[in-house]
């Protein structure tokens, strides 16, 4: 799986009367093969910005994206899972999971083999032919993200893909993805607003400031893999959660303080 270097990144928006927008400013990390990175920060504060940069569908104003360690040219370097489901109503489980390899031309057993292998690792035996709308919210974003993993990308971008779930089936999903990335350790790079989900998850923890946003500090989750719900109750988990909000408060009060 690719090393992503994310180098110097800015990002204004324009100008809003006699003001210049300006999004994220200097932005500067590693996003190492193989790693899981969790991007923190208050709201507003260009996360999903920088996760659209990072997946070319944003062009930064300044300071670049590469990639390196590059496994198969034939992959596409970055898939996107955003908090929306994104399905297709009118297509079934099966046809929404293989739609970018037919795009890509892939002959259609091929196609078949895939869905069939992803449907197996998320658990949706029996929902084949299942339509969107006869599909859970967690089951949806399973088909979502089985649908990013048939495409095979060098990195995945997730975009608080578990935000509009209930509680209950987000700490299920949560655990479900764990146990994906332990099968095919793949290069994640994951925005959330949850410091439960961040520590939960990741390899380390990219803490970002109020806007204009820029990397206040990285920690590193040392916690033992694989991750179990019982981890949350743990004292370590406890220390890493108070770390993480004590960097992340000053944050969300300055963005409270600038939207009031």
């Known amino acids: 799986m690719a090393t992503v270097s994310v180098e110097n990144i800015g990002k204004n928006w324009g100008e809003v009367g006699n003001e210049r927008v300006e999004a994220l400013r200097n932005i500067s990390f590693v996003l190492e093969s193989n790693e899981f990175l969790c991007i923190i920060g208050p709201s507003g504060c260009g996360k999903s910005t920088l996760l659209n940069i990072i997946g070319a569908l944003e062009k930064p104003t300044e300071g670049r994206i590469s990639f390196s360690d590059i496994k198969d040219p034939r992959k596409p370097l970055t898939n996107m899972v955003f908090q929306e489901f994104a399905l297709f109503p009118w297509k079934n489980v099966v046809e929404n999971i293989t739609l970018g390899l037919k795009f890509k031309g892939v002959a259609s057993h091929l196609r078949e083999k895939v869905a069939h292998d992803l ?130 408060k000053e944050e969300v009060d300055k963005a409270l303080y600038e939207a009031s």
């Open 119 to 248: 449907i197996g690792v998320m658990r949706l035996r029996g929902f084949e032919n299942k339509y969107p709308h006869e599909l859970s919210g967690g089951m949806k974003q399973r088909v979502a993200i089985a649908r990013a993993l048939a495409n095979d990308p060098e990195v995945m971008l997730m975009d608080e893909p578990f935000g509009s779930l209930d509680a209950q089936t987000r700490i299920v999903l949560q655990d479900e993805l764990l146990r994906i990335w332990e099968q095919k350790r793949m290069t994640v790079c994951f925005v959330t607003h949850n410091i439960e989900e961040a520590i939960l998850l990741g390899d380390r923890i990219c803490v970002m400031t109020a806007r204009p946003s820029t990397v206040k500090a990285t920690i590193l989750v040392e916690l033992p893999r694989p991750r179990t719900p019982e981890l949350r109750m743990s004292a370590a988990f406890t220390n890493l959660y108070r770390q993480v909000w004590e960097l992340l």
